[in-house]
């Protein structure tokens, strides 16, 4: 069974640094880019970045580039997102989810339950 | 940039009677068109790809269309366990991902 396990919830300060995970199983982790999506309390979904396992290449909403940085450990199967320093107004569920190949274009196809930061 | 305009924000309906949601895209690209439902305090769970395909175990009262920039979701007859929101998602020239800001479809 394809599972993306998400990292437990955080409660962190302004200006404190924060490294969230997604540790991938059933599906060969190297084969499909991980997207993360940001979806802030009572609000919608929002696209923030996405990573090819296999070099690291990376794409980001330019909303978020410079705020955030994505990663792989190839060898745990296991993405990151991580910040520098947080504000207030990163407090929002993140969610991970995997690309899938269907049909002519790679979808979020399975998801990860969130993992809750709260910054205050 | 891409933007995704969904509409209406919220559609209140009863049971059994056919709901349509729309998705404007600000630019086409190809038929990269992906319809999510969410569910309180769940991850979104895709629906449809490619404007109209069916995703795994999703049941056939849910239909896409459109081409271009419009595109619709319909839901045939309405059961208790569709009363959710819906995001529609479209891949941009750049290869990113965008969301619309969603549709919340409750009971009337």
């Not at chain 1, 999506?37 to 090819?52: F, S």
């Amino acid at each position: 069974e394809m599972q993306l396990v998400q990292s437990g919830a955080e409660v962190k300060k302004p200006g404190e640094s924060l490294k969230i995970s997604c540790k991938v199983s059933g599906y060969s982790f190297t084969t499909n880019w991980i997207a993360w999506v940001r979806q802030m309390p009572g609000q919608g979904l929002e696209w923030m970045a996405m990573i090819k396992p296999t070099n690291s290449e990376t794409r980001y909403n330019p909303s978020f580039q410079g705020q955030v940085t994505v990663s792989v450990d190839r060898s745990i199967t296991t993405a990151y997102m991580e910040w520098s320093s947080l504000k207030a107004s990163d407090t929002a569920i993140y969610f991970c989810a995997r690309h899938g190949l269907k049909s002519t274009y790679y979808y979020t196809d399975v998801w990860g339950k969130g993992t809750a930061v709260t910054v205050s | 940039e891409v933007v995704l305009t969904q509409s209406p924000d919220t559609l209140s309906l009863s049971p059994g009677e056919r709901a349509t949601l729309s998705c404007r895209a600000s630019q086409s690209f190809g038929s990269s068109l992906a319809w999510y439902q969410q569910k309180p305090g769940q991850a979104p769970r895709l629906l449809l790809y490619d404007v109209s395909k069916r995703a795994t175990g999703i049941p056939d009262r849910f239909s896409g269309s459109g081409s271009g920039t419009d595109f619709t979701l319909t839901i045939s007859s309405l059961e208790p366990d569709d009363f959710a929101v819906y995001y529609c998602q479209q891949r941009t020239s750049l290869g990113a991902w965008p969301f619309g800001q969603g549709t919340k479809v409750e009971i009337k």
